[in-house]
């Protein structure tokens, strides 16, 4: 650009120049704070203004990262621990008859896992993805899929109406989610009896659970809280990581159930109030006090530290192993 023609000299252009230089940084300025920062951050824009497209944004294959409660969402938890949960002593007392041996039995191996535990679970790979009103464009449900045993779930988005009272529950509920800013917010009901821990610690149909399903990048976060007033003293809070799986693919799991361990027909494992030595093993090999492996909501708070110390001292092993064998003694008799 030529300064100083047809406007006057050169140097009386320079305030003209300097005016003009302040307002093209000023409009860069204001550009660069007006323009999305990313596409992650365009997405997340969509899903603040619109109830339809935009929750896209959780599409996609999910891979679970199991740094979080490991042992538990993998080969499972030992029977008889039960500290940190907010469990009731009429919930302790079942979980206390449970033989993990129950799930050799074929009518429990292609049993899936309940929606309040399968998304935590050893299911693997997790599909999202979304459908859109063909009309409206609006969002009207978003479904997930779980590899191990193909459970499928199905969040509604669109005021979907419940299933009717007489209708028999299901292991994955009946949901409906709604958009909390860039936050999934989903509700669940309406669930068959299941369970919350696998080593016995067994829910109602009355179960019910909330979920927020929060994005970071390539990263996911699900947030479950879970409420049975018949099993859980309080909400039981529980958190599940995942990591984007670009151009993965789900192949089926076809599931057919054999004869493991031969059996009397209609036996069932189980612990029966006698037998109950059998849950003592995992607290004292792990010198964990007896009455705190119990659990109980008093279980769950960092304080509850200074109250194990108080506890009175476990009993050796072998008392505990000489009990049990004097137990299986007599039931045979």
Same mark, same amino acid.
């Given at each position: 650009?030529?300064?100083?023609?047809?406007?006057?000299?050169? !140097?009386?252009?320079?305030?003209?120049?300097?005016?003009?230089?302040?307002?093209?940084?000023?409009?860069?300025?204001?550009?660069?704070?007006?323009?999305?920062?990313?596409?992650?951050a365009q997405l997340r824009s969509q899903v603040n203004t619109t109830r339809g497209y935009g929750g896209d944004y959780l599409d996609g294959f999910w891979n679970p990262i199991y740094d979080e409660d490991a042992a538990e969402r993998g080969a499972g938890p030992d029977q008889g621990d039960y500290a940190g949960l907010p469990i009731t002593q009429a919930a302790l007392a079942h979980a206390r008859s449970y033989n993990p041996e129950i799930l050799d039995i074929p009518e429990y191996q292609c049993r899936p896992h309940p929606a309040i535990y399968g998304i935590r679970g050893a299911g693997g790979l997790v599909r999202i993805?979304?459908?859109? &009103?063909?009309?409206?464009?609006?969002?009207? !449900?978003? $479904?997930?899929?779980?590899?191990?045993?193909?459970?499928?779930?199905?969040?509604?988005?669109?005021?979907?109406? %419940?299933?009717?009272?007489?209708?028999?529950?299901?292991?994955?509920?009946? +949901?409906?989610?709604?958009?909390?800013? $860039?936050?999934?917010?989903?509700?669940? #009901?309406?669930?068959?009896?299941?369970?919350? !821990?696998? #080593?016995?610690?067994?829910?109602?149909?009355?179960?019910?659970? $909330?979920?927020?399903?929060?994005?970071?990048?390539?990263? =996911?976060? $699900?947030?479950? =809280?879970?409420?049975?007033?018949?099993?859980? +003293?309080?909400?039981?809070?529980?958190?599940? #990581?995942?990591?984007?799986?670009? &151009?993965?693919?789900?192949? %089926?799991?076809?599931?057919?159930?054999?004869?493991?361990?031969? !059996?009397?027909?209609?036996?069932?494992?189980?612990?029966?109030? &006698?037998?109950?030595?059998?849950?003592?093993?995992?607290?004292?090999?792990?010198?964990?006090?007896?009455?705190?492996?119990?659990?109980?909501?008093?279980? =769950?708070?960092? +304080?509850?530290?200074?109250? =194990?110390?108080?506890?009175? %001292? &476990?009993?050796?092993?072998?008392?505990?192993?000489?009990?049990?064998?004097?137990?299986?003694?007599?039931?045979?008799?």
């Amino acid at each position: 650009m030529a300064i100083g023609t047809a406007g006057g000299s050169r !140097r009386g252009s320079a305030p003209r120049l300097l005016a003009a230089s302040a307002a093209g940084v000023a409009l860069v300025v204001s550009a660069a704070l007006l323009a999305p920062q990313s596409a992650h951050a365009q997405l997340r824009s969509q899903v603040n203004t619109t109830r339809g497209y935009g929750g896209d944004y959780l599409d996609g294959f999910w891979n679970p990262i199991y740094d979080e409660d490991a042992a538990e969402r993998g080969a499972g938890p030992d029977q008889g621990d039960y500290a940190g949960l907010p469990i009731t002593q009429a919930a302790l007392a079942h979980a206390r008859s449970y033989n993990p041996e129950i799930l050799d039995i074929p009518e429990y191996q292609c049993r899936p896992h309940p929606a309040i535990y399968g998304i935590r679970g050893a299911g693997g790979l997790v599909r999202i993805w979304q459908t859109l &009103n063909p009309v409206t464009q609006q969002q009207e !449900r978003i $479904d997930l899929w779980l590899r191990w045993q193909q459970q499928h779930r199905v969040v509604w988005m669109d005021g979907h109406a %419940p299933p009717p009272s007489w209708a028999l529950p299901t292991w994955q509920g009946f +949901s409906v989610g709604r958009w909390v800013g $860039d936050v999934l917010a989903v509700h669940t #009901n309406h669930l068959k009896a299941s369970y919350v !821990r696998r #080593n016995g610690v067994d829910t109602d149909d009355h179960t019910t659970f $909330d979920e927020r399903f929060f994005r970071y990048g390539n990263y =996911m976060v $699900d947030i479950v =809280m879970t409420s049975d007033p018949g099993v859980l +003293s309080e909400p039981l809070v529980k958190s599940a #990581n995942f990591v984007l799986y670009p &151009n993965a693919t789900m192949s %089926p799991y076809p599931c057919q159930a054999v004869t493991e361990i031969p !059996r009397p027909q209609g036996a069932v494992p189980e612990h029966l109030p &006698n037998q109950q030595q059998v849950e003592q093993e995992w607290a004292i090999r792990n010198h964990v006090p007896l009455q705190a492996s119990y659990g109980g909501e008093q279980t =769950m708070l960092p +304080s509850y530290q200074d109250v =194990m110390k108080k506890l009175p %001292p &476990n009993p050796p092993m072998s008392t505990v192993e000489k009990q049990e064998q004097q137990v299986l003694k007599a039931t045979q008799q």
